[in-house]
């Protein structure tokens, strides 16, 4: 099985939708085996600015992450859909042992 993370902005957006609701209907439109979004109180990417929307008067977005597991080619073949939307979040994935 394969597992995969996908990190990005809350309020980024695709179209006139937030992101992660359009990612999460692929993933259901994919018959993924189950996905959560979780969002963030703190972080930061590769620029190394910290995100912490929970201070007063912060204007940072709030971090975000989608995960979601199924079978290798599942979750390969979306990932190559999810890329299309051309979002700037990070992707990645590992192998997991489900119980």
Do not use: C, W
Not at 17 to 40: F, P, W
């Amino acid at each position: 099985m394969l597992q995969a993370q996908i990190y990005i902005d809350k309020d980024e957006m695709y179209d006139d939708n937030l992101l992660y609701t359009v990612i999460m209907e692929v993933l259901i439109k994919n018959d993924m085996n189950g996905a959560t979004a979780i969002d963030g109180f703190m972080g930061f990417g590769a620029n190394q600015k910290m995100k912490n929307p929970n201070q007063l008067f912060s204007f940072d977005e709030v971090p975000m992450i989608i995960t979601f597991i199924d079978e290798d080619e599942k979750v390969k073949n979306v990932i190559k859909e999810i890329r299309k939307l051309g979002t700037n979040g990070t992707i990645v994935t590992h192998h997991v042992d489900v119980y």
